[in-house]
């Protein structure tokens, strides 16, 4: 089966931007009807960041912020103030510009062998990183051991409760990637008593009580491109039986949504701890010794 074949490709090509560029020439005010739909195509058309990489052509036309032709009055100016403020409005807080070159929908389990592949792929040089709340599906453990082996950098970050026994076979096969050279991190999530507070729910909850590492990611670097697999599925055996849905997307090496998510991966990475150190504390903590893990 090749990369992708279950999946399905979004892009806006060519056609779709010269099309929103007629719809977008109208004015919003001519009618109410199809007012939201002029000002929909007129934010496309202005070949926006997000817009222009879906197009999968790197368009760089736009729509004149300030019309130069304005026969007669015809058509009014758009105001550069007016675009400026709904950009600004679109913006989201720790979410910079991207410009996507193609994103594909990923049904049940595809994505496992979405990121097999890729990871087969990958030539001595390419680096792996892979964020998953538990991982023991053998497809996976072999890819990475055999990817190690050959000069890849690979990078693996899993849940530290999944580790403990959760999932029965996660810590054996962790060791066994760590034995090859792949890098091994255990994680938590962040503290549930603050959630409930932050949300404004009276519940008891112990402060001391931590919440997943929940995420179930992966990033493959190439010398130019870079692949992200974004799914609900785990990286396990069960997970196979389960109804999942996910995303891969294609993107530049340089671009902001995967430098995002390398800085999310680091910050990370600096909170974890090892297997070693985890065992250790597991250990003090039956003998009734307890012992901090470092997060």
Not at 15 to 36: E, M, N
Not at 112 to 139: I, M, W
Not at 269 to 294: H, L, N, T
């Amino acid at each position: 089966m090749g990369i992708g074949s279950d999946s399905r490709t979004v892009k806006f090509n060519e056609p779709s931007i010269a099309a929103a560029k007629g719809i977008a020439a109208l004015r919003s005010s001519d009618t109410v009807c199809f007012g939201g739909v002029v000002r929909k195509a007129q934010s496309i058309a202005r070949g926006s960041e997000c817009f222009r990489g879906l197009s999968g052509a790197g368009s760089e036309s736009t729509l004149p912020v300030e019309d130069k032709k304005n026969q007669g009055g015809s058509t009014p100016a758009v105001r550069k103030d007016a675009v400026k403020a709904q950009e600004e409005a679109l913006k989201i807080e720790g979410v910079g510009p991207s410009a996507i070159c193609e994103i594909k929908f990923l049904k049940d389990d595809i994505a496992l062998k979405v990121f097999c592949e890729l990871v087969s792929g990958l030539t001595a040089g390419g680096q792996v990183f892979l964020r998953a709340y538990s991982c023991d599906q053998p497809d996976v453990v072999r890819v990475l051991l055999d990817s190690s082996n050959r000069s890849v950098r690979v990078s693996l970050i899993c849940d530290q409760g999944q580790t403990g026994g959760r999932t029965k076979a996660q810590l054996q096969c962790l060791k066994q990637l760590q034995a090859s050279g792949v890098r091994v991190k255990l994680c938590r999530g962040k503290s549930v008593q603050a959630a409930y507070k932050n949300d404004n729910r009276n519940v008891s909850v112990g402060s001391g009580l931590r919440g997943l590492h929940h995420a179930k990611t992966g990033l493959v670097i190439r010398p130019e491109k870079a692949d992200m697999i974004l799914s609900s599925c785990n990286y396990t055996t069960s997970s196979r039986a389960y109804r999942e849905a996910g995303v891969w997307i294609t993107a530049n090496r340089q671009d902001s949504v995967i430098e995002d998510w390398i800085t999310a991966w680091e910050e990370l990475w600096e909170q974890g701890s090892s297997i070693e150190d985890f065992e250790g504390a597991s250990a003090s903590s039956k003998a009734g010794k307890p012992r901090a893990v470092e997060q």
